[in-house]
């Protein structure tokens, strides 16, 4: 058990990779590259104690950035969508990069998916709360490219530990007012990456209301009641009855690419995900008010991870969040956070297993 390290195939002619890996005491295990802190693989183990990997991914940053799917990736300074890749904070407006058609996505050109992090390492196993624990701690001088204001010094810290929690931690401290949303971009398939879709899954998810998209997926402003919709999981159903509903807005996105509203505050059990053939089950904590779920609708067929070529709908994301566009809708929760104030966010990821 520990952290050890491998150099991970970078990009010819730039800065080398470095690929972390975080083991606990029953093998189960976590890789992170030190680029995009990206979650590369989950090794966690099956009814029979079989360990497989459930985190989609590449074996090569040529392609991850071929894929371009922030696959694993940190998400920041403000993770999914921002319209017209402006908006304002006390009447001022700032104007970002576009990236996606007339608006941006997850950050931009400035995106955290592509900073090289500083890395700071921790192996406890000794007696006490953190025995058995290992903690990677990923550092970044955000310095406000592509049109965010002021600076950020962004952290971002995995935790790994014998009971397979994996927990991401964020802390953020601004220079200036400015919008902060950050979140991971992990794409999970509890039978093993290479299993097929995910339509199987049973899905739980709290929460009562969901924020319809138009056309180009974008949130209309609209907070509507899941009952009676293809978004309604405070029961767990499968992943696949919704997908392969008449839903409008199931068809719009040629699957599931929204925000769902999450009940309760503070940070509460929000989501629970169990697949039957390998008994695996994933229990997710946040403290944050939305979670995106995305169902991987538009997968390039590209050789991936041990040569797999991912099919649409074989991974899912449950990206914990403040709601998509919040920098310009009033009424959802608000992702400004205020100069020399500090921004702490925490997501885990609670791996098990079913009898």
Do not use: W
């Not at 295990?29 to 360990?51: A, C, F, H, N």
């Not at 696959?71 to 970002?96: H, P, Q, V």
């Not at 991401?168 to 971009?185: G, K, M, R, W």
């Not at 049973?202 to 319809?212: C, G, H, R, S, V």
Request: proline share 4%; net charge negative; aromatic share 10%.
């Amino acid at each position: 058990m520990g952290i050890t390290l491998r150099s991970f195939p970078g990009i010819p002619g730039q800065e080398a990779v470095t690929a972390y890996t975080l083991e606990n005491a029953m093998g189960a295990s976590v890789e992170i590259l030190d680029l995009g802190g990206i979650v590369r693989s989950i090794r966690v183990p099956d009814r029979y104690g079989r360990l497989d990997d459930i985190a989609l991914g590449q074996d090569t940053m040529e392609a991850y950035r071929t894929n371009r799917s922030c696959t694993g990736a940190i998400l920041g300074r403000n993770a999914n969508r921002i319209a017209g890749a402006t908006f304002s904070i006390d009447g001022k407006e700032y104007t970002l990069d576009r990236n996606l058609g007339l608006h941006n996505i997850h950050g931009g050109s400035a995106g955290y998916s592509t900073v090289k992090f500083l890395v700071e390492t921790e192996d406890t196993e000794s007696a006490g709360a953190d025995a058995g624990t290992t903690r990677l701690i990923l550092r970044h001088k955000d310095r406000g490219e592509g049109g965010f204001p002021g600076t950020v010094d962004f952290q971002v810290t995995y935790t790994f530990n014998d009971d397979c929690v994996l927990d991401i931690a964020y802390q953020a401290d601004p220079s200036e007012d400015t919008v902060l949303n950050p979140s991971n971009h992990c794409y999970f398939n509890l039978g093993g990456h290479a299993s097929g879709s995910v339509e199987n899954h049973l899905m739980k998810i709290n929460a009562d209301f969901y924020t319809p998209n138009d056309y180009e997926c974008m949130p209309t402003g609209e907070i509507l009641s899941v009952k009676g919709t293809a978004f309604d999981f405070n029961t767990a159903r499968r992943i696949g009855e919704g997908l392969r509903s008449s839903d409008a807005q199931i068809i719009l996105c040629k699957g599931y690419d929204h925000n769902l509203c999450l009940a309760g505050r503070g940070y509460r059990l929000v989501a629970e995900v169990s697949e039957s053939t390998s008994g695996r089950r994933m229990d997710v904590y946040t403290d944050t008010p939305g979670v995106q779920l995305f169902t991987a609708n538009n997968m390039p067929p590209i050789p991936s991870k041990d040569g797999v070529i991912y099919q649409n709908h074989q991974g899912f994301c449950l990206e914990t969040q403040y709601f998509p566009n919040s920098a310009n809708l009033s009424h959802f929760p608000s992702p400004v956070q205020r100069k020399n104030t500090t921004f702490r966010s925490r997501t885990s990821y609670c791996f098990g297993t079913s009898k």
